[in-house]
C-alpha cells in the first residue's frame, strides 16, 4: 500500500526508525539516524523542557532531516503545547501512543507530517485501524521501555497484517539485521529500534547505563511497575516497563501494592528514586530496555547501527 509512510519509506536507504524514547532519543541520536538513512525520531515525555524541545526541532528541521517525534497521548490530553511546538518545525513524523487524544491527532492530520500510532494490543490496534493512520507501530512485549505486556511482536506482527493494509511497523526484541529480515517478511515495513539505539554513541544514555546494557544477558529484564509506583510517575497502570533488573525491582516486584503504601507514608523513598536516576544509581534507578539488550554487545555510532542493520536484505535474499 503506497501512502505517506512508504512514500517517506521510499527516500531512506534503511527501513528503521529509532524509537522516541525519552531519556534517550534526543536531537543529535536523531540526526545521526536521519544521516545514516533511517528516520530519526526524539523522545518527548510527559512534561518537556518546551524552550529544549523548540530547540532539537529547529535543528532537525534545519537540517532538512527525515525525522519525527514521538508523543504520550494522555499527556497531551492535558497539554497539547509540546505537540504544538514540533508541529510548527514540520516534523516528517509524528508518533502517538498511551492512550488516545483526539485533539492531537486532528493537530497532526492538519500538518503535512505522517502519523502513526503506537500499539500494544488487539483493541488498541483496532482503535488504530478505525482512526485511518498513515502507519502502526506494532509493539509486542518484548519491547524496553512503557506499553502493555500481553503478546510477542512476531504473533502481534502477523495478526495485524491479517486485518488491516495499513503499513506497519514491528516493534520490540528488533537487535540486528537477522531481526529486522524476519519482520520485513512478517509484512512489515520498517522497524522501530529502541534498545540498540540507546547505546549509540548519540543517545543521551549515561555512560553507566549503556555499560549496564552491555552486560545485560538474556532474561536480565523484568516487564514491571514498581519504579513508576515509587516516582508516582503518572504513568496509567496498565502500561508497565520492561527494564534491566536490579536491587530495587529484585526487592519490590511482585509487592506492588506494599510498596504503593510505603510510597503513601515515606515520601522520601519517591525523592529517592528520582535522586538515584539523575545520580546514575543504577541499583536503585531504572534502565529501560528490552529482551533484545542480551545482543548488543558495544558501543557504535548510529550510523554503523544503520550500516549493520541494512544487511537485513542479504538474509532476505538467502532466504528466497
Known amino acids: 500500500m503506497m501512502n505517506a509512510l512508504t512514500e517517506l519509506l521510499a527516500t ?7 524509537a522516541s524514547m525519552a531519556g534517550a532519543a534526543g536531537p543529535d541520536l536523531a540526526s545521526a539516524v536521519s ?4 528516520v530519526g525520531m526524539l523522545g518527548v515525555p510527559s512534561a518537556p523542557d518546551l524552550d529544549g524541545l523548540t530547540s532539537a526541532a529547529e535543528r532537525l528541521q534545519r537540517e532538512r532531516a527525515a525525522w519525527g517525534a514521538g508523543f504520550l497521548s494522555f499527556a497531551l490530553d492535558a497539554d497539547i503545547t509540546p505537540l504544538q511546538r514540533v508541529l510548527d518545525h514540520e516534523p516528517s513524523v509524528v508518533a502517538l501512543g498511551f492512550g488516545h487524544s483526539e485533539a492531537a491527532v486532528t493537530a497532526v492530520r492538519e500538518s503535512s507530517a505522517v ?17 485511518g493512520v498513515d502507519g502502526i507501530i506494532v509493539r509486542g512485549a518484548e519491547a524496553g521501555g512503557h506499553g502493555r505486556n500481553e503478546i510477542s511482536t512476531l504473533t502481534f506482527l502477523q495478526i ?22 524476519a519482520v520485513i517478511a512478517g509484512g512489515a515495513v520498517a522497524a522501530w529500534v529502541g534498545t540498540r539505539f540507546t547505546v549509540a554513541a548519540e543517545s543521551q544514555f549515561p555512560d553507566a547505563a549503556k555499560q549496564r546494557v552491555l552486560d545485560a544477558r538474556d532474561g536480565d529484564t523484568v516487564y514491571t511497575r514498581v519504579f513508576d509506583i515509587a516516582q508516582r510517575a503518572a504513568w496509567p497502570p496498565h502500561y ?6 536490579n536491587s530495587f525491582s ?23 528514586m528520582l535522586s538515584a536516576r539523575r ?8 534502565i529501560y530496555s528490552g529482551e533484545g539488550s542480551a545482543l548488543v554487545t558495544r558501543v557504535e555510532s548510529a550510523e554503523a547501527i544503520l550500516a549493520d542493520l541494512g544487511r537485513y536484505r542479504d538474509y532476505l535474499h538467502a532466504a528466497r
Open 240 to 245: 508497565g516497563g520492561r527494564a534491566l533488573s
Open 160 to 181: 495485524a497484517a491479517e486485518r488491516t493494509s495499513i503499513p506497519l511497523l514491528a516493534a520490540g526484541g528488533i537487535t540486528t539485521a537477522r531481526g529486522l529480515a
Open 12 to 18: 531512506r536507504t534503511v527501513p528503521v526508525f529509532n
Open 35 to 38: 544521516a545514516g538513512g533511517g
Open 279 to 286: 545520580e546514575g544509581r543504577f541499583d536503585v534507578g531504572p
Open 250 to 272: 529484585d526487592t519490590w516486584h511482585g509487592r506492588e501494592h506494599e510498596l504503593e503504601v510505603t510510597v503513601r507514608s515515606s515520601p522520601s523513598m519517591a525523592d529517592d
Open 115 to 131: 502519523l502513526l500510532a503506537q500499539v500494544g494490543n488487539i483493541a488498541e490496534l483496532e482503535s488504530a485501524i478505525d482512526a
